[in-house]
């Protein structure tokens, strides 16, 4: 069993940072990759960036790119999110999961890929 718990979220007016953290905890050595996903109300959960462990590889979405940076820290067995350029678009509840191997295909964009969810943390943008 892998835990994750994500940190950071709050309200800010956009054009502003925010940085997110996603702590692992437990079996962390099962872990391949850990990605960020994100919900706004009413709309279905999207893919947001990945990041192998090792991390020499970086995913993110076309919506993202650009503006937020994925990273990791090995020895604390934290990934981040760094998020600039914030716009109201971006809020949603941003969820961190990790997948225990690759598959196929644009596997790190598809939700059923990854193993373990963290519980969420809440990102608001105003205008």
């Known amino acids: 069993q892998v835990q994750l718990v994500e940190s950071g979220g709050g309200l800010l007016q956009a054009g502003g940072s925010l940085r997110l953290s996603c702590a692992a905890s437990?079996?962390?050595?099962?872990?391949?990759?850990v990605g960020w996903f994100r919900q706004a109300p009413g709309k279905e959960r999207e893919f947001v960036a990945a990041?192998?462990?090792?991390?020499?590889?970086?995913y993110y979405s076309d919506s993202v790119k650009g503006r937020f940076t994925i990273s990791g820290d090995n020895a604390k067995n934290t990934v981040f999110l760094q998020m600039n350029s914030l716009k109201p678009e971006d809020t949603a509840v941003y969820y961190c999961?990790?997948?225990?191997?690759?598959?196929?295909?644009?596997?790190?964009?598809?939700?059923?890929?990854?193993?373990?969810w963290g519980q969420g943390t809440q990102v608001t943008v105003s205008s």
């Open positions: 999961a990790a997948a225990s191997k690759s598959y196929g295909g644009l596997w790190w964009r598809i939700g059923s890929s990854y193993d373990y």
């Open positions: 437990g079996r962390t050595s099962s872990r391949y990759a």
């Open positions: 990041i192998t462990w090792s991390g020499d590889i970086t």
